[in-house]
């Protein structure tokens, strides 16, 4: 059975940083890309940031240059390192792992960013 387990969300005040992890069961995690995706409320769910099997990293325009995204293939784990939050990162993160053939979401963690 595949599971993608988030962890570390939580309460934050901007400025703050914080890091996100998400561990892996049930899949041969280093053959899959992996990726964070986040969903305010009444809102869609927006990839944040994703890292190739090979490393190779692509964030979105909003975090760019704030969040870093990382692998360690032998924890089966993607982190999320967030720097310099802000309110209007607030949201339910999820946790994605996927390839040609396949996806697999997480649950979600709720980060709470306060002004």
């Known amino acids: 059975q595949v599971q993608l387990v988030e962890s570390g969300g939580g309460l934050v005040q901007a400025g703050g940083s914080h890091r996100l992890s998400c561990t892996a069961s049930g899949i041969i995690f280093d053959i899959y890309s992996v990726g964070w995706y986040r969903q305010a409320p009444g809102k869609q769910r927006d990839l944040v940031a994703d890292?190739?099997?090979?490393?190779?990293?692509n964030y979105a325009s909003s975090v760019k240059g704030r969040f870093t995204i990382s692998r360690d293939n032998a924890k089966k784990t993607v982190y999320l390192q967030m720097d310099s939050l802000k309110p209007e990162d607030t949201a339910v993160y999820y946790c994605k792992a996927a390839n040609d053939y396949v996806a697999y979401w997480g649950k979600g963690t709720l980060v709470t960013v306060s002004s």
């Open positions: 890292i190739t099997r090979t490393g190779s990293s």
